[in-house]
């Protein structure tokens, strides 16, 4: 009889312990993949200070460097229905799965105030761990809003940790209460309602395990089968050794009729090598994502301008309104000295490329090394150059790597 509580004088550290490693790694999985939010906040330079050399350390390894490339258009407004759904679609999931979680999380603790018992009703009814489920629709969403490969790795990690969770959770809740909970958990679904888990055959060891691998699987295959579609559906101008991007779908046109002229230019001309390939961005003068293709300058370090909020509320609730107007008005805005008022103005941002140009899309592969060079600031009907900058070979947040499209 004394080894009982013996016994359970171990078990409780010991669950203790692994409840706290298990949610130590879920906030490492939202600051981690709340990186974009992070990006436009003042803590941008202690987050990276950290978290950049993981992601160097990702990117400098054969084997690793797709983690740090990212899936999904995300500098510019998506070029067709199908990529514009599947943004939309980010922006719903990620908002629909943090108000379910809050909503659940809100019936849990009211459960708890009034020591009226486990929660067992609305979605409870159903299914024993909504929190979960609408935190991994949640986290779904979120890799499409910041499509970093790593985030998609992590999600399915995440996964791996909430079931770990709620097994421990329910092993809890069937001790603390014996007579209700085990009815319980024989009417309702883990994650899902209980007739469509026994249907996938969730309800056996095989079973999930074949669930995970097969979720795992299409969470991967999807997302490199979606940057594949992605770079392919991309409005690219190419010549020999030059491949260029519109960020504004309607400068395609612009780029297709005036690209040709601008190379010939000799401010252009002459900074150009024959032997290398560049990538060129066609931006507004007042692109508010420019930092991320170059250091253009201190207004485009958006951690800078103490609109963080803002920001965020723009990129979920807005999903191409950063894009298309920028923030506040910034993309279409003229710089503050006045000098480019015309509506033909554009920046274009040439960066080099270390793999050959056999097709355009070989410009955002994942293995080729893009590198700032130069901007120019062009009147486009005029061919008239405005400005002419060397830029370092950093981006606006240093050495992260950072969206190529």
């Known amino acids: 009889m004394s080894q009982v509580p013996a016994q359970n004088?171990?078990?409780?550290p010991a669950t203790t312990r692994n409840k706290t490693v298990l949610s130590s790694a879920i906030v490492l999985y939202f600051v981690i993949c709340f990186e974009i939010l992070i990006m436009i906040s003042p803590f941008a330079g202690f987050f990276y200070s950290a978290f950049n050399p993981f992601l160097l350390g990702l990117a400098s390894n054969d084997a690793t460097r797709w983690l740090s490339a990212f899936f999904f258009v995300h500098l510019m407004v998506p070029p067709d229905f199908f990529?514009?759904?599947?943004?939309?679609?980010?922006?719903?999931?990620?908002?629909?799965?943090?108000?379910?979680?809050?909503?659940?999380?809100?019936?849990v603790y009211a459960s708890k105030f009034f020591k009226t018992g486990p929660a067992l009703k609305g979605l409870y009814s159903r299914i024993r761990h909504p929190q979960y489920l609408f935190l991994g629709v949640s986290g779904i969403g979120l890799a499409i809003l910041w499509p970093r490969f790593l985030v998609v790795a992590l999600w399915i990690a995440m996964m791996l940790v909430y079931y770990l969770l709620a097994r421990d959770e329910e092993r809890r809740m069937?001790?603390?209460?014996?007579?209700?909970?085990?009815?319980?958990?024989?009417?309702?679904?883990?994650?899902?309602?209980?007739g469509l888990e026994q249907a996938i055959g969730f309800s056996t060891v095989a079973g999930r395990l074949a669930v995970f691998l097969a979720v795992s699987a299409m969470a991967l295959g999807g997302a490199f089968l979606?940057?594949?579609?992605?770079?392919?559906?991309?409005?690219l101008w190419k010549s020999s050794?030059?491949?260029?991007?519109?960020?504004?779908?309607?400068?395609r046109r612009?780029?297709?009729?005036?690209?040709?002229?601008?190379?010939?230019?000799?401010?252009?001309?002459?900074?150009?090598?024959?032997?290398?390939?560049?990538?060129?961005?066609?931006?507004?003068?007042?692109?508010i994502m420019q930092g991320l293709i170059g250091d253009t300058g201190g207004d485009w370090q958006l951690y800078k301008q103490h609109h963080s909020i803002s920001m965020?509320?723009?990129?979920?609730?807005?999903?191409?309104?950063?894009?298309?107007?920028?923030?506040?008005?910034?993309?279409?805005?003229?710089?503050?000295?006045?000098?480019?008022?015309?509506?033909?103005?554009r920046r274009l941002i040439f960066v080099k490329v270390n793999e050959p140009l056999s097709k355009a899309g070989?410009?955002?592969?994942?293995?080729?090394?893009?590198?700032?060079?130069?901007?120019?600031?062009?009147?486009?009907?005029?061919?008239?150059?405005?400005?002419?900058?060397?830029?370092?070979?950093?981006?606006?947040?240093?050495?992260?790597?950072?969206?190529?499209?």
């Open 226 to 235: 979606l940057r594949d579609y992605t770079v392919n559906h991309l409005p």
């Open 312 to 345: 965020i509320t723009d990129w979920i609730i807005h999903p191409f309104g950063h894009l298309e107007g920028g923030h506040h008005g910034h993309m279409g805005a003229p710089p503050a000295d006045g000098g480019m008022t015309s509506g033909f103005v």
């Open 9 to 12: 004088a171990k078990e409780k």
């Open 83 to 107: 990529l514009k759904f599947i943004r939309v679609a980010g922006s719903v999931l990620f908002t629909l799965g943090i108000t379910v979680f809050f909503i659940c999380a809100l019936q």
């Open 362 to 405: 070989d410009a955002f592969a994942i293995n080729a090394v893009r590198t700032p060079d130069f901007m120019i600031d062009i009147d486009v009907h005029e061919l008239s150059v405005r400005e002419v900058k060397t830029l370092p070979r950093e981006t606006a947040w240093g050495r992260v790597p950072t969206p190529s499209f």
């Open 174 to 194: 069937r001790k603390q209460f014996p007579e209700t909970y085990p009815r319980y958990m024989e009417t309702s679904g883990m994650f899902l309602p209980k």
């Open 254 to 287: 612009m780029l297709d009729h005036r690209m040709s002229d601008i190379l010939q230019l000799d401010a252009v001309k002459s900074r150009l090598k024959p032997d290398q390939s560049y990538l060129v961005y066609m931006v507004p003068p007042g692109y």
């Open 241 to 251: 050794n030059i491949v260029a991007l519109p960020i504004v779908p309607d400068d």
